[in-house]
């Protein structure tokens, strides 16, 4: 069976021009010149002979007109012929992969909706629809706890479960290296074709290939102009003097990035809620020290934390703290 179409079928009426040298050879034909001989006998055998060849002539003409007439309203037609039989092999050689995703911490960068961390799962699923069960394959992360416990050599697609076991590292391994290891595994496989796939954000990471392998470099993002606050150095400054209930906690706000920051929220949540917030801008690189001043009553343990709100790259946006409130001391230290 097969199924024969044309992509530009509004064209075939056009086949009925084949009609025009049809009509011109049934109208336009040559009336022979009378010529007057002595001897007719001859004279008649030669138009005979003569009338059949043109006839064929005249035929093949006709022939070959309306061929060229088909053949230009086919061409523009564009006819498409389909047998099932005769489809191409879309498999493609068995292959040896090594996936290497990048789960460092700026990976937990939040574009759009969802990290780069989350986007690099969705492009492994997308190259497990491209890998076969007759592939072997690999998955690795920058985390080297994680590589020694799943990364080893399977036959097929990456298994699902791994992709959900993936976190952000924060002690990653250079790519460099991960290459190496990447080639070194799907050696092992013995399998002629081998191919290593990198998926990170490309944030300050050089790669050098050393080995033999084909490396692919798949972005998550083309997210340019990143931006990342910080809190840091959060602690209670004592007051050993006026012995009030007043407390006040010393903390940095840190911008990373070469853009400046308006408007920076932070908030400050102390034994179970958060008690005040402030709003401040930030300069390019800039490192900024800020107070908040609490009223804490109750001698006894007290924690808490300065927190920076709406900003994309979460993991450091939080700096925790302790403290013991003593409202009658015995003892003071006072250090230099």
């Known amino acids: 069976m097969f199924n024969l179409s044309f992509l530009n079928s509004g064209i075939l009426f056009l086949t009925s021009a084949i009609v025009i040298p049809i009509l011109i050879y049934l109208f336009a034909k040559k009336k022979p010149q009378k010529i007057i001989f002595s001897t007719i006998r001859y004279i008649k055998e030669s138009q005979q002979k003569k009338r059949r060849k043109i006839n064929l002539k005249n035929l093949l003409l006709l022939l070959i007109r309306i061929l060229i007439i088909l053949f230009i309203v086919?061409?523009?037609?564009?006819?498409?012929?389909?047998?099932?039989?005769?489809?191409?092999?879309?498999?493609?050689?068995?292959?040896?992969?090594?996936?290497?995703?990048?789960?460092?911490?700026?990976?937990?960068?939040?574009?759009?909706?969802?990290?780069?961390?989350?986007?690099?799962?969705?492009?492994v699923r997308i190259l497990n629809g491209i890998l076969s069960n007759d592939d072997v394959t690999v998955l690795l992360t920058l985390n080297e706890?994680?590589?020694?416990?799943?990364?080893?050599?399977?036959?097929?697609?990456?298994?699902?479960?791994?992709?959900?076991?993936?976190?952000?590292?924060?002690?990653?391994?250079?790519?460099?290296?991960?290459?190496?290891?990447?080639?070194?595994?799907?050696?092992?496989?013995?399998?002629?074709?081998?191919?290593?796939?990198?998926?990170?954000?490309?944030?300050?990471?050089?790669?050098?290939?050393?080995?033999?392998?084909?490396?692919?470099?798949?972005?998550?993002?083309?997210?340019?102009?990143?931006?990342?606050?910080?809190?840091?150095?959060?602690?209670?400054?004592?007051?050993?003097?006026?012995?009030?209930?007043?407390?006040?906690?010393?903390?940095?706000?840190?911008?990373?990035?070469?853009?400046?920051?308006?408007?920076?929220?932070?908030?400050?949540?102390?034994?179970?809620?958060?008690?005040?917030?402030k709003v401040t801008d930030l300069n390019p690189v800039q490192r900024k020290t800020e107070y908040f001043t609490v009223n804490v009553e109750e001698a006894g343990w007290h924690w808490g934390y300065v927190n920076v709100k709406n900003e994309r790259q979460t993991a450091d946006n939080r700096n925790y703290f302790s403290f013991y409130l003593n409202q009658s001391p015995k003892v003071g230290i006072i250090g230099s």
């Open 145 to 277: 706890n994680w590589n020694n416990l799943h990364g080893q050599l399977n036959y097929g697609k990456i298994p699902e479960e791994l992709l959900q076991n993936i976190e952000i590292t924060y002690q990653p391994l250079p790519l460099d290296k991960m290459i190496s290891i990447a080639a070194a595994k799907i050696k092992e496989s013995h399998v002629p074709n081998q191919e290593i796939y990198i998926i990170t954000d490309f944030q300050e990471q050089e790669i050098n290939n050393e080995d033999d392998v084909l490396v692919f470099l798949i972005p998550t993002s083309f997210e340019e102009n990143r931006q990342n606050l910080s809190t840091e150095n959060s602690h209670i400054v004592s007051d050993f003097i006026n012995r009030n209930p007043e407390q006040k906690i010393r903390f940095d706000l840190v911008n990373h990035s070469s853009i400046t920051q308006k408007d920076v929220i932070f908030e400050l949540f102390l034994d179970g809620g958060t008690v005040s917030e």
């Open 74 to 123: 086919l061409a523009i037609a564009r006819p498409t012929l389909k047998i099932p039989f005769l489809k191409g092999n879309k498999a493609h050689p068995k292959t040896a992969v090594a996936v290497i995703i990048d789960n460092s911490y700026s990976m937990d960068y939040l574009v759009d909706t969802r990290t780069e961390l989350e986007k690099a799962r969705e492009i």
